[in-house]
C-alpha cells in the first residue's frame, strides 16, 4: 500500500519536472495552506519582500526592491 501511494506521489512530482525546469530561478520552497488554499512560492530565504503586486489572476508577486522574492497564489487547488 505505502508502495503504491509512493509510486503515484513520485507521478505527479515527475510531472511537475519540465515546469520547473523553465523557471528563471533554480531555487525556490514551496508550502501550501489547505485551509486558506494558498501556495507559498519563495526565491529566497528569508523572502523579506518590500513590495508586492496583485495580478488579475490572484496571483500576489513579493519584491524586495526590484528582485523578484517569491509569489502567493491564492485558490491553489483550482488552477491547471
Not at 509512493?6 to 525546469?21: F, G, Q, S, V, Y
Not at 519563495?42 to 526590484?66: C, H, W, Y
Request: glycine fraction near 2%; hydrophobic fraction near 40%.
Amino acid at each position: 500500500m505505502a508502495e503504491t501511494i509512493a509510486l503515484r506521489e513520485i507521478t505527479e512530482i515527475n510531472k511537475m519536472i519540465p515546469h520547473m525546469m523553465k523557471l528563471p530561478i533554480k531555487k525556490f520552497w514551496s508550502d501550501y495552506d489547505t485551509e486558506a488554499d494558498v501556495m507559498y512560492i519563495n526565491f529566497l530565504k528569508p523572502q523579506k519582500a518590500t513590495d508586492s503586486e496583485m495580478l488579475d489572476n490572484g496571483i500576489l508577486v513579493r519584491f524586495r526592491n526590484d528582485k523578484l522574492v517569491g509569489l502567493t497564489i491564492l485558490d491553489a487547488s483550482k488552477r491547471k
